[in-house]
């Protein structure tokens, strides 16, 4: 399948295949790839870019889960590094915040085998008592799945309970890659890829809205990504629930799968690009900074990703796998990011809603100012 | 270049030639003067004044106009021929069309591209062999299969002496049938309204009148006989500019871009009506031109920053590149970054790097820290070190010398030493010329130049971030001399303080027209101003996308520079892996330590696998490399 075949099947409107993603995969110039991805995206979003202010917050460390990639959990409660916060020092993240609050708080956690159910409820509880319209989008569809079988209940269950007590949305963590050849090797003790898309197909059925991810650039081959790709892209149709999908680029460091390199910048670009391509029914990619670096995610703008995920605060995942990012951005940073990639920055929610729309860098992408620096002015004082 | 727009007056420059006066004499007085603040300069400074937009018009020789692109000219007002105009020769005790070399005067490329195209012509596209010199070199090396294109008042004096000689005006009428234009006033569009058009018009009528007057003052200074000038200004110089003219002047940047010595380019007056106007070309022929590797001017680099996208950028630079690279190989280099001091004397703003001599933190490093250093870089393989400090107030050249002559006997590595602004240092504090300089340090071990220290090209922003530094006419002057010296230097390009699309455009123009002259260029590299505390400037245009343009725009424009690296120390390996795809085939250096960059906050490093790895993850090969590019690996 060339190029050119794939572009007149896009101009069409025609849906991509298997081979057709793998093609994209395979196809030598990124460039080239990362056009049609862009073009896609400017047909879907024009060249409104997205952020959002937002706090990740991991409560617990402490997972029963070992998963190769993974830098982050302790298995033991009492395991160096391990940590479980208590309510009230997660709820404090938000409180000493609150003069320039967050408008949605992202917990992942490990998975914990000591804590009640009831902390998780207590902890949604408590955020909204802080700040009650706070969106809160926590726990994977992983933690989900544990939850289910460590406290006996079903998935509509679990979703319900912790709803009632303040959930608003679900991650996308936890997909890592669906295939089995792959998953069995560096997820085995986890919800399957038939578990993890039971949740969110039960969470769409519910009215939830939720995310996807991907986890690339590890054991995986391009055939295992288009199939993470076309499974995703099969319960989309089926729900429509989805609202962004996230490629995650894997970190090395200090973790089960160390010796291996981590994944390039063009390589994630290129992920960014065919995932626009492939997944036509979702409406957003991320380029998320924190796997990409503000640097690399900026470029991704350009090529088929329109959300740059949102201000984070304080990451802690990848920064335990050696990501060189930092672990938060202030508004002005992103909104500078994406002027510079020539887009219209767009504050919003969790679900889009528009909350601030910032002016857009004048022609092109970044040939032109686009900040007011009074440059020649600034000088004449200084000298 | 002085002329500024101190108050409304219309800022004029003018090349300070004979030939030219009689268009603008007049104009320095009353009442003219009330409207016009005339400068004038050598044509290229006279050109620079355009490009920079320090000057409103200019009397401007026509190849650089064509370098520029996108000019005005003001109709009727040229300086010409129509046949012999006998101050533009070819000279030898041959016949012309069977010479094997011709000494050329470099600061004329008008004549120089017409003395190739005349001679391709005559003689079915051979040419001699084409060297730099000056007016008086060129004459006294005039011998057997050597002749000489001579220009100007030496043109005047020797006419007669040589055996036989070829009078460009008249080969050009013999061969076309047309008149030859070799400047007009040129400005950018809506420089000039319709009155100051119609002063310049009018200085014309007035200065034909004062021909005379004009060649016996010239004369009586110089004492060529006055005769002779007379009617040099009467008889062989036109100074029209009419449509037959145009045609001629069309037919020469026609043929020149066929002949890829000038951009492509069309003659416009400033009062063509719209109607008359030869639409611009399409931004999609333009990138395919430059895909297929023609030259482009200045406006149409400017035309491409202002409107391509990033993906028309990325693709064409790739194209230029793959059409330079076919091999699909990224070299890379080991060697190490040595700043031998900290202690410099310019205080430039941008920079966190520096202390003053005397300050507590000042250093130079001594000869066990640097053989530790070097010592480490022969044990990972390295070729060469780049060994760079700041301006030290108090290291004599001999230092310098002893030091090089130590480095190439106990480590045998290349000396890739001191930018054009430490040799200018250490010429004023030695009371040496450049070229001596870099005999004495070339002579101690020197192997090549790095282009640092460039910046961007353009005296009014290195006058805010640089003042202490050199202009970059210094600058360039260090890279001449030294590629006519046979060594070797890259280019590189540091934007966004207070620079604009158009300065860093200009810059690459310059660097262009220096690699047209001397070849001695290996690669380009630039990147953006790494702000930080420390540093005194605001950061202006900045951003990774940018970068990727700027890159891909340097590529596109540099048509006969081989190499574009990717500056990843700078933005990051996996920015510069990505730049790979817009436009680089050079992967620059292994990092052992750079302080420079690293002290404004920018830390990065990689080790040759490191590099390897995200070079073939972009599609290519990876092969080591020395200074000169070759390489040292089998790519792989």
């Known amino acids: 399948m060339t190029l050119d075949a794939i572009q007149d099947k896009l101009r069409a409107r025609e849906r991509l295949s298997f081979d057709d993603g793998l093609a994209l995969f395979r196809h030598p110039d990124v460039v080239a790839v990362g056009q049609l991805a862009n073009e896609a995206r400017e047909r879907m979003h024009g060249d409104r870019t997205y952020f959002n202010r937002n706090m990740r917050i991991e409560v617990t460390n402490v997972c029963v889960a070992s998963c190769l990639f993974c830098s982050f959990a302790k298995l033991e409660e009492d395991a160096p590094g391990a940590h479980t916060m208590r309510l009230e020092e997660a709820w404090r993240e938000l409180e000493v915040r609150m003069d320039d609050p967050p408008a949605e708080i992202h917990i992942v956690n490990g998975l914990h085998p000591g804590l009640p159910f009831s902390y998780y409820e207590e902890l949604l509880a408590g955020f909204k008592r802080i700040k009650p319209d706070i969106h809160m989008k926590c726990f994977t569809a992983v933690e989900i799945h544990f939850f289910a079988t460590h406290y006996g209940m079903t998935y509509g269950k679990v979703l319900e309970r912790l709803r009632r007590a303040g959930l608003d949305s679900l991650p996308g963590g936890g997909a890592e890659i669906f295939h089995p050849e792959v998953r069995t090797r560096i997820a085995h003790d986890k919800a399957t890829a038939d578990e993890y898309l039971e949740v969110h197909r039960v969470a769409h059925a519910m009215g939830m809205r939720t995310n996807s991810t991907m986890l690339y650039g590890h054991i995986e081959t391009f055939e295992h990504r288009v199939d993470h790709l076309m499974r995703l892209r099969g319960l989309q149709d089926e729900t429509g629930g989805m609202q962004a999908f996230i490629p995650l680029a894997f970190h090395p460091d200090g973790n089960g799968m160390k010796n291996l390199p981590a994944p390039t910048a063009v390589d994630a670009l290129r992920t960014v690009a065919v995932s626009r391509l492939l997944l036509d029914n979702v409406p957003h990619v991320k380029a998320y900074w924190v796997s990409m670096t503000p640097e690399v995610a900026q470029i991704a703008l350009r090529f088929g990703a329109d959300d740059l995920d949102g201000t984070i605060v304080h990451e802690t995942i990848y920064r335990a796998a050696g990501s060189r990012s930092p672990s938060g951005l202030t508004v002005d940073h992103l909104v500078r990011l994406i002027q510079e990639a020539g887009r219209t920055p767009i504050e919003r929610d969790t679900f889009y809603n528009v909350i601030r729309e910032y002016p857009r860098a004048a022609l092109p992408e970044g040939a032109v100012k686009v900040r007011d620096r009074k440059a020649s002015k600034h000088l004449e004082v200084l000298s | ?636």
């Open chain 2, 1 to 636: 270049m002085t002329a500024r727009r101190r108050d409304d007056r219309l800022r004029v420059a003018a090349v300070s030639y004979l030939n030219a006066r009689p268009l603008y004499e007049g104009l320095d007085r009353e009442p003219a003067s009330r409207r016009i603040c005339l400068d004038c300069a050598s044509p290229s400074e006279v050109a620079r004044g355009v490009a920079e937009d320090e000057v409103d018009v200019a009397l401007m020789p026509v190849a650089a106009a064509a370098s520029l692109g996108e000019l005005r000219m003001v109709r009727g007002c040229a300086v010409g021929a129509r046949g012999a105009v006998r101050s533009v020769m070819i000279v030898g005790e041959r016949p012309i069309d069977s010479l094997d070399e011709l000494a050329v005067d470099l600061s004329s490329r008008t004549s120089i591209v017409l003395a190739r195209l005349v001679l391709r012509a005559r003689s079915g596209g051979r040419e001699p062999r084409l060297f730099g010199s000056t007016p008086l070199e060129g004459i006294a090396s005039v011998a057997g299969g050597r002749g000489a294109l001579i220009i100007g008042d030496p043109a005047l004096e020797i006419e007669g002496r040589f055996a036989h000689c070829l009078d460009l005006g008249l080969a050009w009428l013999e061969l076309t049938g047309l008149p030859f234009v070799f400047a007009a006033w040129c400005g950018r569009d809506g420089a000039l309204t319709v009155e100051d058009e119609r002063l310049l018009q009018n200085a014309r009528v007035e200065g034909l009148e004062r021909r005379d007057a004009i060649a016996n003052a010239h004369a009586a200074r110089t004492g060529l006989p006055a005769e002779s000038l007379r009617s040099y200004l009467r008889d062989a110089v036109r100074y029209d500019l009419g449509d037959e003219e145009r045609r001629g002047l069309q037919r020469f940047y026609d043929d020149s871009a066929s002949a890829g010595l000038l951009p492509r380019a069309d003659v416009r007056f400033f009062d063509d009506r719209p109607a008359k106007v030869v639409q611009g070309a399409s931004l999609d022929s333009l990138l395919a031109r430059a895909s297929a590797g023609e030259r482009l001017n200045a406006a149409e680099g400017e035309r491409l920053v202002a409107e391509a996208s990033l993906f028309d950028l990325g693709l064409a630079a790739d194209a230029v590149r793959r059409r330079k690279h076919p091999h699909d190989v990224v070299t890379y280099i080991v060697d190490r970054n040595v700043n031998y001091t900290n202690v410099c004397t310019t205080s430039c703003r941008f920079c966190a790097f520096y202390r003053p001599l005397g300050h507590p933190e000042a250093w130079v490093l001594s000869r066990e820290q640097l053989a530790q250093k070097l010592g480490e870089v022969v044990d990972a393989g390295g070729v060469q070190i780049l060994l760079q400090g700041g301006l030290h107030p108090e290291l004599r050249i001999e230092w310098y010398e002893d030091l090089f002559r130590w480095i190439k006997h106990e480590f045998r590595l290349g000396l890739h030493a001191l930018s054009p602004e430490e040799i200018l240092h250490i010429g004023r504090l030695e009371g040496l010329g450049v070229r001596a300089v870099l005999e004495r340090l070339h002579a101690a071990g020197l192997d090549s130049v790095p282009g640092g220290g460039a910046e961007i090209l353009v005296d009014r922003v290195r006058r805010k971030i640089a003042k202490a530094k050199c202009t970059s006419d210094e600058w360039l002057g260090v890279m001449r001399v030294a590629h006519h010296m046979g060594l070797r230097s890259s280019a590189t390009m540091m934007y966004g303080t207070v620079d604009t699309p158009r300065d860093r455009i200009g810059h690459i123009m310059k660097i262009r027209d220096l690699q047209d002259e001397t070849r001695g260029f290996t690669a380009f590299f630039c990147w953006d101003f790494q702000h930080e505390r420390g540093t005194r400037i605001e950061p202006g245009d900045g951003g990774t996308v940018l970068y990727l343009r700027q890159q891909a725009v340097a590529r596109i424009l540099l048509d006969n520079v081989d190499h574009v690296g990717a500056s990843w120390v700078t933005q990051g390996p996996e920015v510069g892996q990505v730049a790979l795809r817009f436009g680089a085939d050079d992967f620059g250096s292994v990092m052992f330590e750079e302080n420079v960059v690293s002290s404004a906050g920018t830390t990065f490093c990689m080790n040759a696998e490191a590099m390897e790895r995200r070079i073939r993850a972009a599609g290519f090969k990876a092969a080591r490399r020395n200074v000169r590019y070759d390489w040292l690996t089998p790519p792989a």
